[in-house]
Every structure is written in C-alpha cells, then in structure tokens.
C-alpha cells in the first residue's frame, strides 16, 4: 500500500500592515493550511483572504488558535483558567469558521500554535482542555498535533479524529518535544536538510532527536512554518521528495484516525 502523507503549513500571520510569510507561493505545495485567528497574528482581512487564497489553491483549512498574545506571536507561556483558556479557543475557531463558511469553505482542522501547543504537548491537564474545547465546538474537527504528544493522547481520549505532524524544519530534544528557539539548533536550516531530517524520521518511524535518541511514532502530516524565509523552498523541496519516493500527499481526512 502506497503511504500516505500530508504536507501543511501555517498561513495568514501578516497583521495590518505587517507582512509575514509568502501564503499564496506557499500553498501551492501545501495539503493543508492552518489559519491564524488573530490573537497572535491574522486579523478579520487576512484570514479571509487566506481562505480565500486556500480555496484557489484547494487546499484543506483549519483554525490556528494560540494564547491572546499579539506582541509576543503567541510564544510566550500563559497560565489561564480552564474556563478561560476553553472560551478563547472557542472564540477563535468560531471567528474562522465563520469566515470560512462565509467563502464556502468547510474548516476541516484546529492547530494549537506556539506556546500552547508547546505547553500542551507536555502537560496533560491542558491538553485535556484543549481537546475538550474542540470538542464542544465541533467534534467533527481533526486534531492535528505534534507527535509524542499528550496533546496528541488527549485528543484521542475526548474521541477527536487525530492527526500527528513532524516539524521539517525543527530540531527534536530527546523527550520528544522541541529544542528551544533561544538555543542555536532549533532550526534545521536549508531544505535539503529538512527532507533529510524528515526521510530520516518516516523511515525510523520516530522522532529522531539532537542526540541520536529514537521515539517510535505514527507520523501523518509534516509541517513547514510558514514564517520562516527559507518556507516556499522547504514545502517545495519536501513535496518532490516526497512524491519521488513513493509517497502520497493527501489532506488530512485521507490520514486521521476513525
């Protein structure tokens, strides 16, 4: 059987008149967008034109929701109440979704962004809120989460459709979570380098951290951050790879669980 792959990328980080990312290049090597909501990065102007740029390119859709950290592009950890952190996710996945079915698009997943991905992925209490608050939106939604996760763990126990994505272009620790963006090999830099770390991974079957360290895991999408200069390169370099490979790229219904 032909192994099937998804390739996403968030989109829709420029605010007013700051510019981030190159979105319409990108998403021509793209399976999957996820889309800022505006808490940190997008506003109501460059979410729909990203969906709209998504529905050109026919490229799946999802919410992109972080902590209420504009300044700070959502990378700076926060510690909410439940209560408070499940309302402002709900709040941005009905903002999109809203937008989207506005451009008759159907938002297909959600992708904690930043530091509360980060957190969650470690920590199961707010996994369990996270989850829950896609959830109680919309159960139908997929969770696309980092492998190794607890995020991933927590999505799977509320009953979501779960996804688990590998980063191209960042440097593993050897729990499994990210190394840091303050040390100097966080990122994997040049997309020759990431279609290695990733081929190294999905011919592993795991997470293959700075040290060697092996994590067994399912892997379904991969992820290029769409801010970063060398992205369109990466997703580009990555997706022909791919394909010459064997692989195929498909959205994310074709991979998640159930």
Known sequence: MTPILNLNADLGESFGAWQM???AELLDCLDSAS????????????????????????????????????????RRPMTLPPAELEAILIYQMAA????ARTEGVDMIHVKPHGA????????????????GAIRGFDARLILLAPACSALADAGRQAGLRVVEEIFADRAYLDDGSLVPRSR????????????????AMLQAGALISVNGTHRPTRIGSICVHGDGPEAVATA??????LLE?????AGLGAIADG
Request: glycine share 12%; hydrophobic share 45%.
């Open 35 to 74: 889309i800022a909501c505006g808490f940190h990065a997008g506003d109501p102007l460059v979410m729909r034109n990203t969906l709209r740029l998504a529905k050109a390119a026919k490229v799946g859709v999802g919410a992109h929701p972080s902590f209420p950290d504009l300044q700070g592009f959502g």
């Open 236 to 241: 580009r370099t990555l997706r022909a790879g």
């Open 245 to 249: 490979r064997g692989y195929r790229l």
């Open 96 to 99: 999109l979704a809203g937008m």
């Open 184 to 199: 100097p090999d966080a990122m994997i830099h040049g997309a020759a380098a990431s279609l290695a770390h990733v081929i």
């Open 116 to 131: 509360l991905s980060n957190m969650a992925c470690v920590d199961p209490r707010l996994a369990e809120t996270v989850a």
């Open 21 to 23: 990312g190159s979105d």
